[in-house]
């Protein structure tokens, strides 16, 4: 059993833009050690397409084996056109997936807040969006993604049939149902499970085991329970409807990339994928931008660094125990978009476009 060892911080830059804007986390990083005299010792490894250039594999067994030892991950990006014909097993995702199962981060938090700053970057009408502040809380080492049976096998007629299984058990639900609880009763103590209760088993059993869970454990949080595809169409009808949303790895990936378009401001959502704790407290955790490694842009300087740098707000929270120096981080991000400072994804009219690295600076500026 290889042990997490404290304040030890894994950098897994990725791919595509993935470098570029974790080389601005190391640098607020870098600030809290230097400035807080905080002791976070940093690593930094390949991992994804990078990794499969080099080693041959998206992930090798050594820096595996570092995920494990460490407290916080941070992600970059993987994936990009270069390596979307390899096998299977070999796609830079796999990493990734490999990461989130082996670690069992099995909670994925998944904010979409309306920045007031950016309300009108939004499709959506700026009273629909403005105020806007969701926990979408998806499953993530179970269901679809990682079921068994699974593959591709040939049937008699010479067709080919592709295979894979949607699962979940008691257990697998109820300990993500209960983050979603605990997170509701810190905010609007409202939650929404959301599950396909009228066509799957599973999410027959999905919504009983939460509605019981909710019973014994947490009649004082407001419950509800939404068919997932209904919650697409609230979600863009009257997104304010809603506080924390729980639901299954398949709809937790579709609802929250819906989520946070409405927000209108990908290049700023942070994201949390956690284990369960230990009994010494302990708790894996990989942070990373809710956006991709965004080939189009990569190496330009141009791409936003604020969704990773969130991120590492989120591991100052959630995993280091750090509130207020999360605090002031987030602050900081704030304050920066309140001058002006925008990157080219959420450039508007009256703006100062603003490169990767002249972001993170603005942002360790303010910190001081
Ligand atoms: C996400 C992504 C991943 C997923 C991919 C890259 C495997 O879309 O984190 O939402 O499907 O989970
Ligand atoms: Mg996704």
């Not at 096998?87 to 909670?107: D, G, T, V």
């Not at 955790?285 to 330009?300: L, N, R, V």
Request: glycine share 8%.
């Amino acid at each position: 059993m290889i042990k997490v060892k404290k304040r030890k911080i894994l950098l897994l830059p990725g791919d595509g833009i993935g470098p570029e804007v974790i080389a601005e986390v190391k640098k607020i990083i870098n600030w809290f050690n230097d400035k807080k005299s905080l002791d976070f010792e940093i690593d930094q490894e390949l991992v994804g397409g990078c990794s499969y250039d080099k080693h041959g594999t998206p992930i090798t067994d050594e820096v595996f084996y570092k995920a494990l030892e460490s407290e916080v991950i941070m992600l970059g990006a993987v994936g990009g056109p270069t390596w979307d014909n390899l096998e299977f097993s070999k796609k830079p995702e796999r990493a990734l997936l490999k990461l989130r199962k082996e670690l069992k981060l099995f909670a994925n938090l998944r904010p979409a807040i309306c920045f007031k700053q950016l309300v009108d970057a939004s499709t959506l009408k700026p009273e629909i969006v403005s105020g806007l502040d969701i926990m979408i809380v998806r499953e993530l080492t179970g269901g679809i993604y990682f079921g068994e049976p699974r593959g591709i096998k040939p049937i008699e007629n010479g067709e080919r049939k592709g295979i894979n299984t949607h699962t979940y058990t008691t257990s697998e639900i109820t300990r993500v149902a209960r983050i979603a609880f605990d997170l509701a009763r810190k905010r609007s103590n409202k939650v929404t499970s959301c599950e396909k209760s009228n066509v799957m088993e599973a999410g027959q059993l999905w919504k009983e085991e939460v509605q019981e869970l909710h019973e014994k454990e947490y009649k004082d949080v407001e419950l509800s329970h939404m068919l997932a595809d209904n919650c697409a169409m609230q979600l863009l009808r009257n997104p304010k409807q809603f506080d924390v949303i729980v639901t299954d790895n398949l709809f937790g990936d579709m609802l929250s990339d819906q989520a946070s378009m409405l927000t209108g401001s990908l290049g700023l959502l942070p994201s949390a994928s956690l284990g369960a704790k230990n009994k010494d407290g302990e708790m894996r955790a990989m942070y990373e931008p809710i956006h991709g490694s965004a080939p189009d842009i990569a190496g330009k300087g141009i791409a936003n660094p604020i969704a990773s740098i969130l991120s590492f707000a989120m591991a100052l929270r959630y995993s280091l125990d750090l509130d207020k120096e999360a605090d002031i981080l987030e602050k900081a991000v704030q304050d920066v978009l309140n001058d002006g400072l925008r990157t080219k994804d959420i450039m508007s009219e009256g703006m100062k476009d603003t490169s990767t690295s002249a972001m993170g600076d603005a942002i360790i500026s303010k910190l001081q």
